[in-house]
């Protein structure tokens, strides 16, 4: 299998910090909610349910980049080891993840792209087994 699922999650994670980045302007630190009120630092956005505004809040740039952060380490350890020309050859003759030894790609990877699953560039291969068979 080739290595798609990876160059694919990290074109996500690249938009998501990026978009994240645009979004903090003065970097000027967390977003709150006030009941109807989200203070995003530099403006207040009102009129929200409240319930909606500690959504937006709770995710402020600084938390989608420690997101991103922590992922990238996820996607970085699990990493493709292809069965062919490996000298230690998985037991199955398969391609294996190098961080588990599970089938590759493994449950954490699927489990990551699971999030992007409306991204017109997401393979349906990539759902979980438990999503596929329901």
């Given at each position: 299998?080739?290595?798609?699922?990876?160059?694919?999650?990290?074109?996500?994670?690249d938009e998501d910090a990026?978009?994240?980045?645009?979004c903090d302007g003065d970097?000027?630190?967390?977003?709150?909610?006030?009941?109807?009120?989200?203070?995003?630092?530099?403006?207040?956005?009102?009129?929200?349910?409240?319930?909606?505004?500690?959504?937006?809040?709770?995710?402020?740039?600084?938390?989608?980049?420690?997101?991103?952060?922590?992922?990238?380490?996820?996607?970085?350890?699990?990493?493709?080891?292809?069965?062919?020309?490996?000298?230690?050859?998985?037991?199955?003759?398969?391609?294996?993840c190098n961080w588990d030894?599970?089938?590759?790609?493994?449950?954490?990877?699927?489990?990551?792209?699971?999030?992007?699953?409306?991204?017109?560039?997401?393979?349906?291969?990539?759902?979980?087994?438990?999503?596929?068979?329901?």
């Amino acid at each position: 299998m080739s290595d798609d699922l990876t160059e694919f999650l990290r074109k996500r994670l690249d938009e998501d910090a990026e978009l994240a980045g645009r979004c903090d302007g003065d970097g000027c630190g967390q977003w709150t909610a006030h009941g109807h009120t989200v203070d995003f630092c530099q403006v207040d956005l009102s009129g929200l349910h409240p319930t909606i505004a500690e959504h937006v809040a709770l995710h402020d740039p600084a938390r989608v980049l420690r997101e991103v952060a922590a992922k990238r380490r996820i996607l970085t350890r699990h990493v493709l080891s292809p069965a062919v020309g490996d000298p230690e050859l998985p037991w199955d003759n398969r391609d294996d993840c190098n961080w588990d030894g599970e089938a590759w790609p493994c449950a954490d990877l699927l489990d990551l792209a699971l999030p992007y699953s409306d991204h017109p560039d997401f393979q349906e291969q990539w759902l979980p087994h438990q999503i596929r068979t329901r």
